[in-house]
Structure formats: structure tokens, C-alpha cells
């Protein structure tokens, strides 16, 4: 049945839905992990920091999850179980890890669909919002990325975990004290899922000319990035909410000037930093590592860069 879907969708996009293809591929792009990171990022540091805390704490949770599901359900992409299955090539070439469930829906479900659940946005954006989280996943089954279950799984648990993150902060606020308890179990986790994903075993299955049809080791490595990425924020967290307390109660050219230096250096550590120190730290611990250093500066070294340079100096006597 999911794989029937997915050959109208494709016998539409190839004829009259051609005109979509476009814009399904910049929905999809709106979903990418990078792209969400650095939007909940200029939120966090520019717009609402409490907000922005509650965007980046979801979504690092979104990733580990789906990392988890992914390399338990170890579910193979739709053109590996169906050959007449040809997606969008632009789509392919970021298709990565297995195929349940949408790590797209999750990524929308927790910048977007984290606003949608929140009573105090207006009702507009908040529809609005949720528009972004139906296109965002659909945009992967018109694509042929993804089958029907992948994307609904993947917006309702990434909706589930966005309700829980903002019930736990809730429950952090009034017991202030217990937030290290809570990163030292969400750090704890996330490592014991790079554990599983490193040891356990993945389907071996052969094409007709002897080719594995599909690497769960190389399947694992976003799993491996959430794992850097949640541990970078629950890290941050704790050091910044301890030593800086950043506020984005600031003038408007403030958080301008933070927008321009915090995307500049935001690409600096993504774009060269990391490249460099994945040349030098191969397989697991280098995408871990670059991940956690890409997270930890978001949450954690950049505020405190603002925290130092937005000082106001002393008035002389």
C-alpha cells in the first residue's frame, strides 16, 4: 500500500505535478537538520531565549530518538524495497541513514510544530506553523524519500517530544536545582544509544550481483550526530545557565549585530573548524565530536562571546 502511494505521487510529479518539484524541494530543505539548527539557533540567541532553550533542548531530544528508531527498526529506504521506486535526484543525495522514521517530520515537528503546540502563540501562527509541518513531511513522500509511516511517525513522535520537553522544562523551573540531574540522564542515554548503534547487528542483504544492498554502519551516522548534538546542548545548558545568562532583552541593533556575528561565526566553526577536526578524528568519535562542538557553540560559547563583548564598560569617576 505505501509503496503504491509513492508510484501516484511519482507518476504526478513526472507529469503534471513537475511544477511542485520546486517547491517540495525547498520545503524540504526548510527540514534539513542544519538548516533547523541554525534558525532555532537565531531564535535562541536573537528573538526569545527561553523560547529558543525550549526549541534547541526538543530538537536535540528529536534527533537521539530518531536516531534510536532508526537503527532499531533498521527499515530499508522505498527504492531499495521497489526498484520502480525513483526519487527526486536532488532529494536522494540528502536522503541518509534508514528510512523510519522521517528525521524531515521530526525536524519540522520540533522548530514548527514545537510553536504549533504552544498556547500562548497566537492562533494564526499557530495554524501557520503547522502548515510548515504538514508541507515539510509531505514535500518527502512527493519527493519518493519516504513512505507514508515514515512521515507520520516521524511528526507525531517529534510532536510527543516536543509536549515532553515542555513539560520537563516546566518541571525544571520549579525545581532549579534538578537540572543537572536531568542532563546527567539525558547525557547518560544518549550515549548508551551510540553504544547500541555501535554493537548491535544490522541486516545483511545482497543484490543479485553479491552487493550489500545497504551498510548499517554507515546508516548509524546520524545517530551518531544526535548523539553530539544533544550531548553539545544538555553540556551548554548547564555551563550557561550557570555562567552567563545571556538575555535577549536587548535593543533591536543588539540582536542585529548578534544575527550577523552569530551566522558568520556559526558557519566559521560548521565550515571550516569542523571539516578540520573530522580530518583528523575518523569514523564515530569524529562525527560525535564535530556535532557536540557545532551544538555547544550555539548554546554555550557564543552567548558568552555576547555575554563579554556587550558589556558595558564602567563609567570612569
Known amino acids: 500500500m505505501d509503496i503504491d502511494i509513492l508510484l501516484i505521487l511519482q507518476e504526478f510529479r513526472n507529469g503534471a505535478g513537475a511544477c511542485l518539484t520546486d517547491f517540495m524541494t525547498k520545503m524540504s530543505f526548510i527540514g534539513e ?21 525550549y526549541l534547541l533542548m526538543g530538537w536535540s531530544g528529536n534527533r537521539v530518538v530518531n536516531g534510536l528508531l ?5 527499515v530499508y529506504r522505498p527504492w531499495i524495497r521497489d526498484v520502480r521506486i525513483v526519487p527526486d535526484k536532488d532529494a536522494l543525495a540528502l536522503a541518509t541513514g534508514y528510512s523510519f522514521p522521517s528525521g524531515h517530520s521530526m525536524n519540522a515537528a520540533s522548530l514548527f510544530g514545537g510553536g504549533a503546540i504552544r498556547k500562548e502563540l497566537s492562533k494564526g501562527l499557530r495554524i501557520t506553523l503547522g502548515i510548515f509541518v504538514v508541507l515539510i513531511a509531505f514535500s518527502r513522500i512527493f519527493l519518493g524519500v519516504h513512505t507514508p509511516q515514515d512521515i507520520l511517525v516521524g511528526a507525531g513522535a517529534g510532536l510527543l517530544v516536543m509536549w515532553l520537553t515542555g513539560k520537563l522544562l516546566a518541571w525544571v523551573d520549579k525545581n ?25 547487528s544490522y541486516p545483511m542483504d545482497y543484490n543479485e550481483a ?18 553530539g548534538w544533544c550531548v553539545g546542548f544538555l553540556l551548554g545548558w548547564i555551563l550557561e545557565k550557570r555562567f552567563v545568562g545571556f538575555s535577549t532583552d536587548v535593543p533591536m541593533i543588539t540582536r542585529i549585530t548578534r544575527l550577523a556575528t552569530g551566522l558568520l561565526s556559526y558557519y566559521a566553526v560548521s565550515l571550516i573548524l569542523n571539516p578540520l577536526l573530522k580530518s583528523l578524528i575518523p569514523g564515530v568519535g569524529g562525527t560525535v565530536t564535530t556535532c557536540f562542538i557545532q551544538m555547544f557553540y550555539v548554546t554555550f560559547v557564543f552567548p558568552l562571546c555576547i555575554k563579554h563583548f556587550e558589556r558595558k564598560p564602567a563609567l570612569s569617576e
Open 176 to 200: 532549579p536545582g534538578k537540572d543537572i540531574l536531568v542532563a546527567c540522564i539525558g547525557i547518560a542515554a544518549a550515549v548508551a544509544i551510540a553504544v547500541f548503534a555501535a554493537v548491535k
Open 70 to 74: 532508526k537503527v532499531t527498526a533498521c
Open 33 to 53: 537538520m542544519n538548516t533547523v539548527l541554525i534558525i532555532t539557533a537565531l531564535i535562541y540567541w536573537c528573538a526569545d531565549k527561553e523560547f529558543g532553550k
Open 210 to 227: 553479491g552487493e550489500l544492498l545497504v551498510d548499517g554502519a554507515k546508516m548509524a551516522n546520524d545517530t551518531y550526530k544526535g548523539v
